[in-house]
């Protein structure tokens, strides 16, 4: 399988199964967050789910993506091999994807 290049701020259908316990399951849109560089020389890249689900959690984003709303899961992230990709999805928003690099800045800075 040949998956096209990956981007930071790119969303991808990712199969996430099979999980444990109280991860996300399921195939799920997730929002690529790694550097590009790591992007461009590994097969595997770091994600954060999207959830339609609305939690108030401070470390996630509300988002709207594919004219849903709802928010990018930061307390999720997961390191995927690429062959979980299953087909790109499109982008968010500058703006989402900013609010992400922050909110993952203030939770790992502390």
């Known amino acids: 399988m040949v998956t ?3 981007r930071r701020g790119d969303v991808f259908l990712v199969a996430l ?3 444990r316990g109280r991860e996300m399951r399921k195939t799920r849109p997730c929002v690529v967050v790694s550097p590009n560089e790591l992007n461009a020389h590994l097969h595997t890249c770091i994600v954060a789910p999207l959830t339609s689900a609305s939690k108030p959690y401070p470390f996630r984003v509300p988002c709207r993506f594919e004219g849903k709303q709802g928010q990018v899961v930061l307390d999720q992230l997961r390191t995927v091999d690429r062959e979980r990709m299953v087909r790109r999805l499109g982008r968010v928003s500058p703006s989402v994807e900013s609010r992400v690099l922050a909110t993952l ?4 800075a502390n």
Do not use: G, I, R, S
């Open 105 to 108: 800045q203030e939770l790992f």
């Open 4 to 6: 096209p290049a990956v």
């Open 17 to 19: 199964n099979p999980t």
